[in-house]
Antibody, heavy 126, light 106 residues
Framework: QVQIQQWGAGLLKPSETLSLTCTVY????????WSWIRQSPEKGLQWIGD???????NDNPSLESRVTISIDTSKNQFSLNLGSVTAADTAVYYC????????????????????WGIGTTVTVSS | DIQMTQSPASLSASVGDRVTLTCRAS??????LNWYQQRPGKAPKLLIY???SFHSGVPSRFSGSGSGTHFTLTISSLQPEDFATYYC?????????FGGGTNVEI
Protein backbone atom coordinates (compact mmCIF):
# COMPACT_ATOMS: atom_id res chain seq x y z
CA GLN A 1 0.00 0.00 0.00
CA VAL A 2 1.36 3.37 -1.00
CA GLN A 3 2.23 5.77 1.79
CA ILE A 4 3.66 9.25 1.70
CA GLN A 5 5.81 10.57 4.51
CA GLN A 6 6.40 14.29 4.70
CA TRP A 7 8.67 16.48 6.76
CA GLY A 8 10.11 19.96 7.01
CA ALA A 9 10.45 23.00 9.21
CA GLY A 10 7.25 24.05 10.95
CA LEU A 11 8.16 27.53 12.21
CA LEU A 12 9.51 30.27 9.96
CA LYS A 13 10.12 33.98 10.15
CA PRO A 14 8.80 36.37 7.51
CA SER A 15 10.95 36.48 4.34
CA GLU A 16 12.41 32.99 4.97
CA THR A 17 11.98 30.05 2.61
CA LEU A 18 9.62 27.21 3.40
CA SER A 19 11.09 23.79 2.54
CA LEU A 20 9.16 20.53 2.68
CA THR A 21 9.91 17.06 1.31
CA CYS A 22 7.78 13.99 0.73
CA THR A 23 8.98 10.42 0.29
CA VAL A 24 6.80 7.82 -1.38
CA TYR A 25 6.86 4.26 -0.03
CA UNK A 26 5.33 1.05 -1.28
CA UNK A 27 4.45 1.89 -4.85
CA UNK A 28 5.64 3.04 -8.21
CA UNK A 29 6.87 6.58 -8.47
CA UNK A 30 6.47 6.79 -12.21
CA UNK A 31 3.24 7.30 -14.08
CA UNK A 32 1.82 9.84 -11.65
CA UNK A 33 1.93 13.51 -10.89
CA TRP A 34 2.99 14.66 -7.43
CA SER A 35 1.19 17.52 -5.83
CA TRP A 36 1.36 20.12 -3.09
CA ILE A 37 -1.78 21.57 -1.49
CA ARG A 38 -2.20 23.77 1.56
CA GLN A 39 -5.10 24.47 3.87
CA SER A 40 -5.79 27.47 6.05
CA PRO A 41 -8.95 28.81 7.71
CA GLU A 42 -8.73 31.94 5.56
CA LYS A 43 -8.24 30.37 2.13
CA GLY A 44 -9.46 26.81 2.60
CA LEU A 45 -7.81 24.18 0.44
CA GLN A 46 -5.49 25.75 -2.11
CA TRP A 47 -3.53 23.99 -4.84
CA ILE A 48 0.15 24.97 -4.87
CA GLY A 49 1.53 22.96 -7.77
CA ASP A 50 2.29 19.62 -9.39
CA UNK A 51 5.36 17.91 -10.80
CA UNK A 52 5.78 14.85 -13.00
CA UNK A 53 8.56 12.29 -12.95
CA UNK A 54 10.45 14.20 -15.63
CA UNK A 55 10.53 17.35 -13.53
CA UNK A 56 7.93 19.32 -15.48
CA UNK A 57 5.99 21.54 -13.12
CA ASN A 58 2.79 23.52 -13.03
CA ASP A 59 2.07 25.89 -10.17
CA ASN A 60 -0.55 28.33 -8.98
CA PRO A 61 -0.09 31.80 -10.48
CA SER A 62 -1.55 33.31 -7.30
CA LEU A 63 1.68 32.41 -5.50
CA GLU A 64 3.51 34.90 -7.69
CA SER A 65 6.43 32.75 -8.80
CA ARG A 66 7.58 32.03 -5.23
CA VAL A 67 7.13 28.28 -5.73
CA THR A 68 9.83 25.78 -6.66
CA ILE A 69 8.87 22.12 -6.87
CA SER A 70 11.53 19.52 -7.54
CA ILE A 71 11.74 15.75 -7.77
CA ASP A 72 14.36 13.08 -7.11
CA THR A 73 13.17 9.84 -8.65
CA SER A 74 16.19 7.92 -7.33
CA LYS A 75 14.92 8.54 -3.80
CA ASN A 76 11.18 8.55 -4.57
CA GLN A 77 11.05 12.10 -3.22
CA PHE A 78 9.59 15.41 -4.25
CA SER A 79 10.02 18.75 -2.55
CA LEU A 80 8.47 22.17 -2.19
CA ASN A 81 10.25 25.46 -1.66
CA LEU A 82 8.16 28.59 -1.12
CA GLY A 83 10.18 31.78 -0.93
CA SER A 84 9.63 35.07 0.87
CA VAL A 85 6.98 33.71 3.21
CA THR A 86 4.60 35.94 5.14
CA ALA A 87 1.98 35.28 7.78
CA ALA A 88 -0.46 34.62 4.92
CA ASP A 89 1.50 31.44 4.14
CA THR A 90 0.68 29.96 7.54
CA ALA A 91 -1.20 26.74 6.78
CA VAL A 92 -1.16 22.97 6.87
CA TYR A 93 0.80 21.77 3.85
CA TYR A 94 -0.05 18.45 2.23
CA CYS A 95 1.66 16.44 -0.45
CA UNK A 96 -0.33 13.99 -2.54
CA UNK A 97 -0.18 11.59 -5.46
CA UNK A 98 -2.18 12.56 -8.53
CA UNK A 99 -3.67 9.90 -10.72
CA UNK A 100 -4.18 10.75 -14.36
CA UNK A 101 -7.03 8.86 -15.99
CA UNK A 102 -7.72 8.88 -19.69
CA UNK A 103 -11.31 7.86 -20.32
CA UNK A 104 -12.33 6.73 -23.78
CA UNK A 105 -14.32 9.39 -25.57
CA UNK A 106 -13.14 12.26 -23.42
CA UNK A 107 -10.69 14.79 -24.79
CA UNK A 108 -9.07 15.69 -21.50
CA UNK A 109 -7.74 13.39 -18.77
CA UNK A 110 -9.12 13.32 -15.27
CA UNK A 111 -6.85 14.25 -12.38
CA UNK A 112 -7.54 13.22 -8.81
CA UNK A 113 -5.44 13.06 -5.65
CA UNK A 114 -5.77 9.56 -4.27
CA UNK A 115 -2.96 9.29 -1.69
CA TRP A 116 -2.11 12.07 0.72
CA GLY A 117 0.58 12.76 3.29
CA ILE A 118 -0.51 13.50 6.84
CA GLY A 119 0.22 17.20 6.55
CA THR A 120 2.78 19.56 8.05
CA THR A 121 1.71 22.61 10.03
CA VAL A 122 3.76 25.62 8.99
CA THR A 123 3.58 28.82 11.00
CA VAL A 124 5.13 32.08 9.85
CA SER A 125 5.70 34.48 12.70
CA SER A 126 8.28 37.04 13.71
CA ASP B 1 -10.13 30.66 -11.81
CA ILE B 2 -13.24 28.51 -11.55
CA GLN B 3 -15.13 29.14 -8.31
CA MET B 4 -16.63 26.17 -6.50
CA THR B 5 -19.51 26.84 -4.11
CA GLN B 6 -20.79 24.23 -1.68
CA SER B 7 -24.06 24.23 0.17
CA PRO B 8 -25.00 24.05 2.87
CA ALA B 9 -21.88 25.12 4.75
CA SER B 10 -22.97 22.93 7.62
CA LEU B 11 -25.74 20.46 8.31
CA SER B 12 -26.89 18.50 11.29
CA ALA B 13 -27.97 14.91 10.80
CA SER B 14 -28.40 11.63 12.61
CA VAL B 15 -27.06 8.14 12.09
CA GLY B 16 -29.15 6.46 9.41
CA ASP B 17 -30.18 9.71 7.69
CA ARG B 18 -29.89 10.22 3.97
CA VAL B 19 -28.03 13.44 3.20
CA THR B 20 -27.30 15.27 -0.01
CA LEU B 21 -24.52 17.81 -0.38
CA THR B 22 -24.41 20.26 -3.27
CA CYS B 23 -21.50 21.73 -5.22
CA ARG B 24 -21.81 24.34 -7.96
CA ALA B 25 -19.16 25.48 -10.41
CA SER B 26 -18.92 29.02 -11.74
CA UNK B 27 -18.70 27.64 -15.29
CA UNK B 28 -19.32 24.39 -17.13
CA UNK B 29 -16.79 21.77 -15.97
CA UNK B 30 -18.46 18.75 -17.61
CA UNK B 31 -17.88 15.93 -15.10
CA UNK B 32 -14.36 16.95 -14.00
CA LEU B 33 -15.35 16.94 -10.35
CA ASN B 34 -13.87 15.13 -7.36
CA TRP B 35 -15.21 14.71 -3.82
CA TYR B 36 -13.06 14.38 -0.70
CA GLN B 37 -13.85 13.65 2.94
CA GLN B 38 -11.80 15.22 5.72
CA ARG B 39 -12.03 14.26 9.36
CA PRO B 40 -10.65 16.67 12.00
CA GLY B 41 -6.88 16.72 12.09
CA LYS B 42 -6.56 14.39 9.10
CA ALA B 43 -5.71 14.78 5.44
CA PRO B 44 -8.49 14.80 2.85
CA LYS B 45 -9.47 11.39 1.55
CA LEU B 46 -10.68 10.77 -1.99
CA LEU B 47 -14.24 9.46 -2.29
CA ILE B 48 -15.42 10.12 -5.83
CA TYR B 49 -13.71 11.18 -9.05
CA UNK B 50 -15.12 12.14 -12.43
CA UNK B 51 -18.33 13.16 -10.64
CA UNK B 52 -19.63 9.62 -10.12
CA SER B 53 -16.77 7.10 -10.14
CA PHE B 54 -16.00 5.40 -6.83
CA HIS B 55 -12.49 5.41 -5.50
CA SER B 56 -11.29 2.01 -4.36
CA GLY B 57 -12.56 1.03 -0.92
CA VAL B 58 -15.20 3.72 -0.64
CA PRO B 59 -18.44 2.36 0.85
CA SER B 60 -21.37 2.04 -1.53
CA ARG B 61 -23.51 4.35 0.61
CA PHE B 62 -21.62 7.23 -1.02
CA SER B 63 -22.66 8.28 -4.50
CA GLY B 64 -21.94 11.23 -6.72
CA SER B 65 -23.85 12.71 -9.63
CA GLY B 66 -24.06 15.76 -11.81
CA SER B 67 -22.54 17.42 -14.82
CA GLY B 68 -21.97 20.91 -16.08
CA THR B 69 -22.24 23.24 -13.12
CA HIS B 70 -24.34 21.31 -10.59
CA PHE B 71 -23.14 18.29 -8.62
CA THR B 72 -24.30 16.32 -5.61
CA LEU B 73 -22.77 13.89 -3.15
CA THR B 74 -25.30 11.64 -1.43
CA ILE B 75 -24.75 9.50 1.63
CA SER B 76 -27.62 7.03 1.69
CA SER B 77 -27.42 6.08 5.37
CA LEU B 78 -25.11 8.10 7.58
CA GLN B 79 -22.71 6.13 9.73
CA PRO B 80 -20.84 7.48 12.78
CA GLU B 81 -17.57 7.62 10.82
CA ASP B 82 -19.19 9.82 8.14
CA PHE B 83 -19.38 12.87 10.36
CA ALA B 84 -16.74 15.00 8.69
CA THR B 85 -16.24 17.85 6.23
CA TYR B 86 -16.73 17.18 2.53
CA TYR B 87 -15.04 19.10 -0.25
CA CYS B 88 -15.61 19.21 -3.97
CA UNK B 89 -12.77 20.05 -6.37
CA UNK B 90 -12.77 20.74 -10.09
CA UNK B 91 -10.08 19.34 -12.35
CA UNK B 92 -11.40 20.87 -15.56
CA UNK B 93 -8.88 23.70 -15.71
CA UNK B 94 -5.75 24.98 -14.02
CA UNK B 95 -5.59 25.93 -11.23
CA UNK B 96 -7.66 23.12 -9.72
CA UNK B 97 -9.93 24.70 -7.13
CA PHE B 98 -11.80 23.43 -4.10
CA GLY B 99 -15.14 24.34 -2.62
CA GLY B 100 -15.39 25.76 0.88
CA GLY B 101 -16.66 22.48 2.29
CA THR B 102 -19.80 21.14 3.94
CA ASN B 103 -19.46 20.10 7.57
CA VAL B 104 -21.73 17.16 8.41
CA GLU B 105 -22.28 17.06 12.16
CA ILE B 106 -24.55 15.39 14.63
Amino acid sequence: QVQIQQWGAGLLKPSETLSLTCTVYGGSFSGYLWSWIRQSPEKGLQWIGDINENGSTNDNPSLESRVTISIDTSKNQFSLNLGSVTAADTAVYYCARVRVWYQTGHMYPYYYRDVWGIGTTVTVSS
Amino acid sequence: DIQMTQSPASLSASVGDRVTLTCRASQDISNYLNWYQQRPGKAPKLLIYAASSFHSGVPSRFSGSGSGTHFTLTISSLQPEDFATYYCQQSFSTPPTFGGGTNVEI
